[in-house]
């Protein structure tokens, strides 16, 4: 498990083992976001065994479940809450990390290029460009919501 790095504050990749646990806690990563759900195979932690291993390396945690590589605004969102809330660096994993890219551009298209975004995620081996529409549609909905 080697972190990618997609902001100043987020790296993402697999799911990570007790010793990558123990290896991000001494990189000085201070929170764990788990984009996996507990009904997919090959766990390693379900997420309340993945909680404790983490909070037992002093770090934060966060389930964020998803299926599929087309995440809800939902699920957007609470990464966005995340991202803000839980003290940095953040490790967010998934299966391959493709969900917690998808994720991440999800919940950056009101700071970013959105063209930026889906570069970024593509240079760190995650394709992202199917959710282009979802992006812009995303954006013009928090600025319909900053206007109200």
Same mark, same amino acid.
């Given at each position: 498990?080697?972190?990618?790095?997609?902001?100043?504050?987020?790296s993402?990749g697999?799911?990570?083992?007790?010793? &990558?646990?123990?290896?991000? *806690?001494a *990189?000085?990563?201070?929170?764990?976001?788990?984009n996996?759900?507990? !009904?997919?195979?090959?766990?390693r932690?379900d997420?309340?065994e993945?909680?404790?291993?983490?909070?037992?390396?002093?770090?934060d945690y966060?389930?964020?479940?998803?299926?599929?590589r087309?995440?809800l605004?939902? =699920?957007?969102?609470?990464?966005? &809450?995340a991202?803000?809330?839980k003290p940095?660096?953040i490790? *967010?994993?998934?299966?391959?990390g493709?969900?917690?890219?998808?994720?991440?551009?999800?919940?950056?298209?009101?700071?970013?290029?959105?063209d930026?975004?889906?570069?970024?995620?593509?240079?760190?081996g995650? &394709?992202?460009?199917?959710? !282009?529409? !979802?992006?812009?549609?995303?954006?013009?909905?928090?600025?319909?919501?900053? &206007? =109200?």
């Open positions: 498990m080697t972190p990618t790095k997609l902001s100043a504050k987020l993402i697999s799911e990570p083992t007790a010793d &990558d646990l123990a290896a991000l *806690a *990189a000085g990563f201070r929170s764990v976001i788990n996996r759900t507990d !009904k997919e195979g090959k766990l932690l997420s309340n993945m909680a404790l291993a983490v909070e037992g390396h002093g770090m966060v389930h964020i479940p998803v299926e599929g087309n995440p605004e939902r =699920d957007a969102q609470a990464f966005e &809450d991202l803000e809330e940095g660096p490790y *967010a994993y998934c299966k391959t493709g969900r917690s890219a998808a994720l991440w551009a999800l919940a950056s298209v009101a700071s970013t290029d959105i930026q975004l889906i570069t970024k995620c593509a240079a760190a995650h &394709d992202v460009s199917g959710l !282009k529409a !979802k992006m812009e549609m995303r954006r013009e909905m928090l600025e319909d919501e900053e &206007d =109200d």
